[in-house]
């Protein structure tokens, strides 16, 4: 009978094994733990972009306007964080649907907006409508921290103090040691 105390700790430490990752199975959504939406559009260069094509890396997405500037404070926070942290799995990409007139983006106007900014990090723009995929609404940005299979561990929506570290703190921990 001594075994039997040893056989519930074996099934105790069993159960605290994370499943292994199945994207077929994984449900897709914008809250945390859901798959995320693999939202594609444009980079600067006019290359075909999708979120899909950053999974294996951390990830920190920012979906904003360029007229939005609570978007623009959050980008240009983030920007240290990429250039700290963007050789080591971690990318921020920011995906916009919107010029500064509130009309469709083109790469060539997300070219000015980095520019202006000073932003490195991939910025990509897209026709697709974001408020179907992510819950838009009305509050800018939303921001999320997805992990190397592209679920979600972290989201915000709007600006307020404490956003940006937020979002660091949770990417950061998702980076190996």
Same mark, same amino acid.
């Given at each position: 009978?001594?075994?039997?105390?040893?056989?519930?700790?074996?099934?105790?430490?069993?159960?605290?094994?994370?499943?292994?990752?199945?994207?077929?199975?994984?449900?897709?959504?914008?809250?945390?733990?859901?798959?995320?939406?693999?939202?594609?559009?444009?980079?600067?260069?006019?290359?075909?972009?999708?979120?899909?094509?950053?999974?294996?890396?951390?990830?920190?997405?920012?979906?904003?306007?360029?007229?939005?500037?609570?978007?623009?404070?959050?980008? %240009? *926070?983030?920007?240290?964080?990429?250039?700290?942290?963007?050789?080591?799995?971690?990318?921020?990409?920011? #995906? $916009? &649907?919107? /010029?500064?007139?509130?009309?469709?983006?083109?790469?060539?106007?997300?070219?000015?907006?980095?520019?202006?900014?000073?932003?490195?990090?991939?910025?990509?723009? %897209? *026709?697709?409508?974001?408020?179907?995929?992510?819950?838009?609404?009305?509050?800018?940005?939303?921001?999320? #921290? $997805? &992990?190397? /299979?592209?679920?979600?561990?972290?989201?915000?929506?709007?600006?307020?103090?404490?956003?940006?570290?937020?979002?660091?703190?949770?990417?950061?921990?998702?980076?190996? *040691?």
């Amino acid at each position: 009978m001594k075994s039997l105390p040893l056989l519930a700790v074996v099934l105790a430490l069993s159960a605290c094994v994370p499943p292994t990752f199945d994207p077929a199975t994984c449900d897709e959504g914008v809250t945390v733990g859901d798959c995320a939406p693999d939202v594609a559009g444009q980079d600067r260069d006019g290359n075909e972009v999708a979120l899909s094509d950053f999974q294996d890396e951390a990830l920190i997405v920012v979906f904003g306007e360029m007229w939005c500037p609570l978007c623009q404070i959050l980008a %240009t *926070e983030l920007e240290p964080l990429w250039e700290d942290h963007g050789d080591k799995d971690l990318t921020v990409v920011m #995906v $916009l &649907d919107q /010029d500064f007139n509130g009309n469709s983006a083109s790469p060539e106007e997300a070219t000015t907006f980095a520019e202006e900014f000073e932003l490195t990090f991939p910025v990509i723009v %897209t *026709e697709e409508t974001l408020a179907e995929d992510y819950e838009y609404g009305v509050q800018r940005p939303r921001a999320f #921290v $997805l &992990d190397d /299979d592209l679920l979600i561990r972290h989201r915000s929506a709007g600006y307020r103090p404490g956003t940006f570290e937020d979002l660091r703190t949770e990417a950061l921990a998702l980076l190996p *040691e």
